[in-house]
């Protein structure tokens, strides 16, 4: 653990949140979807969010992306504020669904973001290339949306987050509307991704196995109020094969993680 | 040519169902005025010649289907195109106005819903008069329409197409305020996360959002402009066109000369429709939609 500890410390912060929150206006009164958040999240780590419905794991990745804007404390992301680093287009945003774009074929799906940032069409062609084959889907550029498979159609959302070659990626339960031997196949190929891009990857999801395989730092969450109740920091090696998934020190932190979520969660209501 | 046979024998069905309901209505109206005739002509015809007087009368209450398809054969086929009594000569005038005036209202509808997708203050301010505007009669507009017009000196098939594009804006409004309303919240957070600036989330989301939307309401529109045209023809004494042709057979009591144009505005509406919804399926392959 110590050892874990410092090399955070020694590299350059990406995300830092002081005293977090977040308090959405409703119909129904005030609700507290964040609260309290301390979190410092450094270059290359791999950090997941886990935690049951209406934890706020969404809502904290929404405030990194300047999606939502908090109404206590601080957040910085690349040392600037959210909408800042936003506008610096600072980061790529994988959402749930893989939105797409039906009337553009894959490559341009992929192009979208780099015509906003008006890259020019042989940097776009280029960069588009690279990614395609970052996420295995070379010889699909022109396919449609329709034509690809849920999981396909997924990983071309993860190409178009790359595009631009954010240093920081966001990832709202990309794989959850998948079956699970899709999922595990798309969890093996964003580990190979992370350790070839170096990049910085936030990860939403509610599953135990998913979080603990993928990440180095786990951040379990607990609704009403929106607050982080554990942060485990994963002992499992750079290099991780699927079957480490059986091994006694995937299941140690498994179960910790499990316990968090217990502790953090009146199960009773 | 299963599939062909498939989508034509339902049509054919139903055809042949109108077309014998016609028969019948034909006989039955008619036939007070054809025992009228023989009375005074004191003739007993048998059921069968009685039956076959009534559905060749010159000017029937209810004009047989033969006689309006013969009557449409001559006034289409065998009329120079340029003279006053050809079908082709009559549909044409209609028709420039209704393509003027449609095209006219498309521009408008579509200016008026980008007004009110972008500025709230028009959503508020603008909506309630352009569903008011649709409450108006046209058949009491139109004839002040042209008399304003002609006052000013403007004639002729401007202010005729205007009577269209008032039809026809409103649905082509009302669906593109629809259409540019539909892209996904995660499409428009996503266009978010890239910092894309009002006019790129207009051109790249929203208009290709908008587009099936645009067909759909295109298709009412053209419609809704043709029935513009008849009726800014009707009123105003106009010497050409499909409405002017209906006006002076109903002046005659040419009952067969009347349902012959109807058959006429028929076809185009119908050509009119197919064709706007051939253009939108043409546009949405282009696109890459999934083909049905």
């Not at chain 1, 957040?75 to 009337?103: D, H, K």
């Not at chain 2, 295109?218 to 066109?241: C, F, H, N, Y």
């Not at chain 2, 057979?249 to 197919?274: E, H, K, N, P, R």
Request: glycine letters at 8%; hydrophobic letters at 50%.
């Amino acid at each position: 653990m110590t050892v874990g500890e410092a090399t955070v410390a020694e590299k350059t912060t990406v995300v830092e949140a002081k005293g977090l929150g977040l308090t959405f206006q409703t119909n129904d009164g005030p609700v507290q979807a964040l609260t309290g958040v301390d979190l410092t999240i450094g270059k290359g780590e791999f950090v997941s969010f886990i935690g049951p419905s209406g934890c706020g794991k969404t809502t904290f990745l929404r405030v990194i992306a300047d999606l939502e804007k908090p109404t206590e404390g601080s957040i910085s992301v690349n040392g600037m504020s959210t909408e800042q680093a936003r506008e610096s287009r600072a980061y790529g945003y994988v959402f749930q669904a893989a939105a797409l774009f039906p009337w553009r074929t894959i490559a341009r799906n992929a192009a979208l973001p780099l015509e906003i940032m008006g890259v020019s069409a042989e940097e776009q062609a280029r960069r588009i290339a690279r990614v395609m084959d970052l996420v295995n889907l070379t010889g699909f550029e022109n396919k449609y949306p329709w034509q690809l498979s849920g999981g396909m159609q997924q990983r071309a959302s993860i190409a178009r987050a790359l595009a631009f070659d954010a240093d920081l990626l966001l990832m709202d339960e990309p794989f959850g509307a998948l079956d699970e031997i899709v999922r595990d196949h798309l969890n093996k190929q964003l580990l190979e991704l992370w350790a070839r891009t170096n990049k910085t990857i936030c990860f939403v999801t509610h599953s135990i196995p998913e979080a603990v395989y993928l990440s180095t730092r786990i951040v379990v969450m607990s609704p009403r109020p929106g607050r982080v109740t554990d942060v485990i920091e994963s002992t499992l090696p750079k290099e991780r094969p699927l079957h480490i998934r059986e091994s006694p020190e995937f299941l140690a932190i498994a179960h910790r993680v499990r316990d968090g979520l217990h502790a953090g969660h009146s199960y009773e209501d | 040519m299963t599939r062909a046979l498939d989508n034509v024998v339902p049509v054919l069905a139903i055809l042949a169902g109108l077309v014998a309901a016609w028969y019948v209505a034909a006989v039955l109206l008619n036939a007070p005025f054809q025992r009228d005739l023989d009375r005074r002509a004191e003739e007993t015809p048998g059921a069968i010649a009685f039956i076959g007087k009534t559905l060749s009368q010159p000017k029937p209450t209810m004009p047989a289907p033969h006689q309006v398809a013969a009557n449409f054969f001559e006034n289409t086929f065998l009329r120079k195109i340029t003279s006053n009594r050809s079908l082709v000569y009559h549909a044409w005038v209609t028709l420039s106005s209704t393509l003027l005036g449609f095209a006219f209202g498309t521009l408008l509808g579509v200016l008026i819903a980008v007004g009110i997708v972008h500025f709230t203050s028009l959503d508020r301010s603008l909506m309630p008069w352009i569903v008011a505007s649709q409450t108006i009669p046209i058949l009491a507009i139109a004839p002040m329409v042209i008399v304003v017009f002609a006052a000013i000196g403007v004639v002729g098939i401007i202010p005729k197409s205007l009577i269209s594009t008032y039809l026809s804006f409103f649905p082509v409004a009302v669906g593109m305020v629809k259409g540019l309303r539909s892209p996904e919240i995660t499409h428009l957070d996503l266009m978010h996360t890239y910092n894309a600036s009002a006019s790129q989330t207009f051109w790249k989301l929203r208009v290709p959002a908008s587009m099936p939307f645009l067909f759909a309401s295109m298709k009412v529109a053209v419609a809704a402009s043709l029935v513009g045209a008849i009726v800014a023809e009707l009123p105003t004494g106009a010497v050409a066109g499909i409405g002017s042709k209906l006006l002076q057979a109903s002046y005659y009591s040419q009952t067969i000369d009347m349902w012959s144009a109807l058959v006429a505005g028929s076809i185009v509406a119908a050509l009119l429709v197919t064709l706007v919804g051939r253009v939108g399926r043409l546009v949405s392959r282009s696109m890459g939609a999934r083909p049905a």
